[in-house]
């Protein structure tokens, strides 16, 4: 038995459940006597009295007078990002807007003039009225701090609208404004005498009185219409309104909260007794993945001629309220995966209980070790219960090292053979799913996300996610062997293509952060046994979310990048630029591929054919147009290493090594080309730093002693150095066994540094500029580091932009500098694209990469 909460409260069954935590009237459960029984079959007797068992009490933690919803947060984003829709939508549209508001002054213009007014006698009154009207009503049935929420919400949508409209007007853009109002009109484009009702109604709740609701929302509609129809307000400026007062309504609601509607323990007991089950006590067990649970014993009626005796139950309690939590993950991942597999994103409390009763049975049915499911039934309006037979036994989660013999593990695997069998997905093999019972057999639990009639990759999916449960309890290798005695090697090489993170659940990627090596040991174990089954993961995600921080980065290097290329006269520039100056640009660019391809053979104390390696770094300026460039080199550059033959543990550490010996080797460049920059003094050849450089350097040193300071962060620094030197270092050590290969991989280090500086300065001077080389070293190198910080493709807008102002603070003309910007990366970016998907397609049809 779990222990017992803190602050645990005693509560007879004959208490009302409205009483304590705060429940709302509305939801509190009937008494036995009040309302017939109503019964559902699941296995229990039908002769007992639903009034038995009224001494039965129930142990549980006091429940929270009021609760934040996971819905008003939802709603709440859902209408601020209405407002910044409206916004976007007018500064984009202004001709489509502008036009439908002139509709609608032609259109009102026919209109009688009498039932105009009559309209805007009736909003004016109403609008108001109807409101105090209702508040007065809540306050004489005692639900005063119910308005006390609305009028909070109001006073709070009234000072921003104000604000708001003092603000807008002065700082919008001009489109903006005339989209919101009526052309050269100072009305303001917020209405402080809708937003505030808009906010009142919104935070007081009038959901289940459907006659207040009509009234309320026709007076604020036909307030909006005289607005229309005077000529005060527009269309788009009506929906911002809408939506801002809905913001502050369901903002002031989650920030202060609402009356917990879940039903106490003795309603749940209550709705036992109507399943024909007589509870004797209750305990509140701890909550797991958000849904409350209760250890219920019960009379045991069935053994005749003997006393009666007791047995127990665990009742799962699904609440309404925590229906929507999560919605946003699921919604996300809804969108972000290929295929079908994951859950509805938005369920009813209907659909959960459904969904679960559904699985149990069908597990039950199909000869699965689960929990006997008794009975369902609905707990008032706020919550539904399910009823379980007790397994007695503990999750995985809880169970020692000892206690999780090969016998359990192999017993684990018979009930997902019978589960697959029967074509029913668990979707949540997770260490709370897995029960051993006290006799060493296991059990499956938590049934909520089951599937019926599952897919082929659902049913996969189950395999793969069972796979890295166990294993990361018993290691790679035991779980692999225990499900190939149950399975066979073909079923389990099944799950390899889906062994990737995105496959998996939450918590199991949140545990794989710890050991990021044990999906590549699975595979490693089934490979072993099935050498030729197709390794290729499948593609289940539509997009990674570093597609979306790539194009968010675009748009804003867009936003960046165009405004300077219209100030400048490109075909003046072209007539004005000095051709063999851009030669040797080109020059210096063709140089930093030959510099790469050394840097790597460098490293690598395999021999490596120069032409080929040539070849992978004109393909990686090609690659570099889909994804950060320092991604693409890395990728691109293992995969040629062992395509080579070269092994991949070796691979990956000879590139790591070439990265981070030209990782410190422009480290170093920079301080001392700073240094070098910062002379003021040439009579002296001072090379004190300039002001600049100094107040750098201390803001790296500021930061990243903040950072060291960060337990997580300094262990998160300390886990990727440590697994970075632990391959590198002995890399390292070969290559300076080999004089020759350390001199190529230094040389050709230096050499790319060389290349691109030789490269930008031949683009200045192209255009008539000239600066200390010196300088330019410094403008490149910080240039350099900043686009491959970028996520964005090559660096695109980072690049440029560090370029361009760090040439215009050492001196050059703007323009000029923005044309010399622009040649380099021509030539190290844009023209090096074609013959790199050249040089791919030639490497993949050979097989190189």
Known sequence: MTPAHDNEVTRPVAASPGEPGGQDPAVRAEAPAERPAERQTGGVPDGPDPTAGASAVVEEPSQPQRIRRPADAFKFAASVAGVAGVLLLVNIAQGTTQGLQTDIREGTERAPHLLLSLATLVSSFGVLAVPVAFAVDRLLRREGLRVAVGLLAAVIAFALTVALDGWEVPAAPGGVLDSLIWGGSQTAPLHTDITPVIAFVTAVRMTG?????????????????????????????????????????????????????RPPGTAVLVALRRLGLRPLRARRLPDLNEVRRYDV????????????????????????????????????????????????????????????????????????????????????????LLAYEHAPGRRLAELD????????????????????????????????????????????????????????????????????????????????????????????????PLLQRVALNRDTRAALRQDRGLLTRIREQILRLEPEIEVAPIRLERFRLRTIVSIVALTIAAYIVFPQLSNVDIGGLVARAEWWWIAVGAAG????????????????????????????QLAASFVKLVAPAAVTGVALNTRYLQRAGIRPGPAVASVSASQLVGLAVHILLLVLFGFITGSTDNATKNLAPSRMIVIVLLAVAVAAGIAAAIPPVRRIVADRLRSMFSGVVPRLVDVLQT??????????????????????????????????????????????????????????????????????????????????????????????????????AYLQRKEAI
């Open 297 to 384: 014993a019960v009379e045991d009626c069935e053994r005749a001629g003997h006393p009666a005796g007791e047995r127990r139950l665990e009742v799962t309690v699904l609440d309404r309220d925590q229906q929507t939590a999560g919605m946003l993950y699921r919604v996300w991942r809804l969108v972000r995966l290929r295929d079908r597999s994951t859950r509805r994103a938005v369920r009813s409390l209907r659909r959960s209980l459904e969904q679960e009763s559904l699985m149990a049975y069908a597990l039950h049915a199909a000869g699965v070790r689960t929990p006997r499911l008794l009975g369902t039934s609905e707990v008032g309006t706020e919550a539904a």
């Open 589 to 616: 660019t063709v140089a930093t591929y030959l510099a790469a391809a050394w840097m790597l053979m460098g490293f690598v104390p395999e021999r490596l054919p120069l032409g080929r390696t040539l070849l992978v």
């Open 739 to 840: 004089p020759r290969k350390l001199v190529t991989g230094f040389g050709g280090t230096l050499l790319l540094t060389a290349g691109f500086v030789v490269c930008l300065d031949a683009s200045i001077r192209a255009f008539g500029g000239e600066l200390a080389w010196t300088a330019v070293v410094v403008v490149f190198l910080t240039g350099n580091a900043l686009g491959s910080a970028a996520p964005t493709p090559g660096g695109l807008g980072a690049v440029e932009g560090a370029l361009s102002v760090g040439l215009t603070i050492s001196g050059l003309p703007a323009e000029t500098a923005t044309s010399a910007v622009l040649l380099f990366r021509l030539l190290t970016f844009w023209l090096p694209v074609l013959p790199g998907w050249a040089a791919f």
């Open 209 to 261: 009185r459907p006659r207040w609701q009509a009234v309320t929302w026709t007076m604020i509609g036909l307030a909006a219409l005289t607005g229309l129809t005077a000529q005060y307000a527009s269309v788009s400026a009506l929906v911002a309104t809408y939506c801002l007062g809905r913001a502050i309504g369901y903002g002031t609601l989650y920030a202060v909260g609402t009356p917990n509607p």
């Open 401 to 496: 090292d000892e206690e999780l013999t090969d016998g359990f593990l192999t017993d684990l695997w018979r009930q997902l053979e019978v589960m697959q069998q029967a074509r029913l997905a668990h979707r949540r093999l997770e260490r709370d799913a897995i029960l051993r019972g006290e006799d060493g057999t296991a059990w499956i639990v938590d049934l909520r996300a089951g599937e019926i009639a599952a897919t082929d990759l659902q049913l996969r999916l189950d395999l793969a996610q069972l796979l890295t449960t166990l294993a990361l309890r018993v290691g790679a290798e035991r779980a692999v062997r225990t499900a190939v005695e149950v399975l066979g090697v073909r079923t389990l090489a099944t799950a390899v």
